[in-house]
């Protein structure tokens, strides 16, 4: 939630901050740009320290580095402190965003790992669709310095507890060696990507910073993975690579958080400039999809603890793909009913996934891997937004009249999860743990 908090409540304090400290338009969208860098290149590798060292420590010192880098902020005198702190905020926000996974999962068993997860994605919604209002009023009242301010209480109470409440230890995997080589190929990789992706609505997919980007990843990509395959202890282990189940439950994500934020993009300028909405209204048509990810999260960890994760993360990405069809029908006369329940439909499709997803990515993780599956899946949520905006916003470099082939292209990519849905296993979340106890079981049970 003070993630989430964080990153929508900013885009409120931004205009805002920009006239205060004199900055530019380059200059704020690093604010946002160079956190995003951070986050995303330092996940997993966040969550193979976690496994090493300890979740709670990691969360300890996440929270902490990131309630001093807030009020950093507010304390700042001009726009290059800001920049540097949000990039220290994204370092941060990257260590202790896959320890909450990880001790989630040795706090729970893999078949009930349903009902927390469902709490967690409906108060992570429940933060996102409240920052923007809660920005507005700081903002309006006390400036943009406080909405940097209300992260600094949050974080001390977070470490306090982090201190005084006891964790699960986490079972220790056969090696926790951290190569330091295959860390920093993975960050770049990640980091490039991230930043090519974010540059993609100024330069557009033909770019000479795009394309130069894109070889760029593919090029690191290409040394990753052969650094990976020589080590004896690579970044992401063989054991994490060689679940099926955790491969697919990152890739659905990736996927649909791409569909998902992508036509929230698409959708506000079509609800402004076609339809002549102002800010307020918008985000009354766009209340169902936080509503129904909020009330819908607790209905999908029911539904995946009865149907099982295959036939639940499909019924979730085909909610989506309705949705995403329905917006793209949508025309200059388009009423309220039919756009909030086109985003009530993908709110309830999205949180679906996001629950079954999470579920199988956390449940299904080896012994003493919980952080590094953690971090791979917060990698696959930081990126598929980043992505899906660069896809509506490159589909044209004047959105508006695209607004209908851009949410098809999208729609597309949310058919394309499909697939990966398909792969997840089709009974009840059996952990490894699980799985091993039944095997021994099994081998000690006589003829």
């Not at 993609?200 to 000479?208: F, K, L």
């Not at 990966?420 to 106890?437: D, F, I, K, N, W």
Request: positive net charge.
């Amino acid at each position: 939630m003070l993630v989430a908090l964080d990153g929508t409540i900013l885009l409120v304090a931004q205009p805002s901050l920009q006239r205060d400290l004199g900055a530019s338009v380059a200059q704020i969208q690093w604010t946002s740009t160079g956190y995003l860098v951070a986050v995303a290149a330092l996940l997993v590798v966040a969550g193979r320290l976690g496994d090493r060292y300890g979740h709670t420590r990691l969360l300890f010192i996440g929270v902490l580095g990131f309630g001093a880098a807030s009020a950093g902020i507010a304390l700042a005198p001009d726009i290059r402190p800001v920049i540097v702190l949000r990039v220290a905020q994204g370092v941060c926000g990257a260590l202790l965003q896959p320890a909450t996974l990880a001790l989630l999962r040795l706090a729970y068993p893999a078949e009930r790992l349903g009902r927390p997860i469902a709490l967690r994605t409906s108060a992570i919604a429940v933060a996102a669709g409240t920052g923007p209002v809660l920005g507005g009023v700081l903002v309006a009242h006390l400036g943009w310095r406080a909405v940097f301010w209300v992260n600094a209480p949050i974080a001390l109470l977070l470490a306090a507890l982090a201190l005084a409440l006891r964790q699960p230890v986490p079972g220790r995997a056969a090696s926790q060696r951290l190569g330091l080589s295959g860390a920093a190929l993975l960050a770049a990789v990640l980091a490039v990507l991230v930043h090519t992706l974010a540059g993609v609505p100024r330069h557009g997919w033909d770019g000479a910073p795009t394309l130069f980007g894109l070889v760029a990843v593919a090029g690191l990509t290409a040394v990753l993975v052969a650094h990976e395959r020589r080590v004896a202890h690579p970044i992401v282990p063989h054991a994490v690579v060689r679940s099926v189940p955790v491969t697919a439950s990152m890739t659905l994500l990736l996927l649909t958080s791409a569909s998902l934020f992508g036509a929230l993009f698409a959708a506000t300028f079509h609800l402004q400039d076609v339809l002549g909405l102002d800010a307020f209204a918008t985000g009354l048509r766009v209340l169902p999809l936080t509503a129904l990810m909020v009330l819908g999260s607790p209905v999908a960890g029911r539904a995946l603890r009865r149907y099982g994760p295959r036939r639940t993360a499909l019924c979730g990405t085909a909610l989506v793909v309705v949705g995403l069809v329905g917006l793209s029908l949508l025309g200059p006369a388009g009423t309220w009913t039919a756009t909030g329940a086109d985003f009530a439909l993908l709110g309830a499709g999205f949180a679906t996934v996001m629950v079954t997803a999470t579920g199988t990515v956390v449940g299904d993780a080896p012994p003493g891997y919980a952080g590094v599956v953690g971090g791979l899946k917060q990698t696959a949520v930081n990126i598929g937004p980043t992505l899906g905006i660069a896809v509506a916003a490159g589909t044209s470099r004047t959105p508006v009249p695209a607004f209908g082939s851009t949410l098809l292209i999208l729609a597309a990519i949310a058919v394309l999860a499909l697939l990966p849905a398909s792969l997840l296993p089709s009974g009840r979340p059996v952990g490894p743990t699980e799985r091993g106890s039944t095997d021994r079981a099994d081998a000690l049970r006589p003829n």
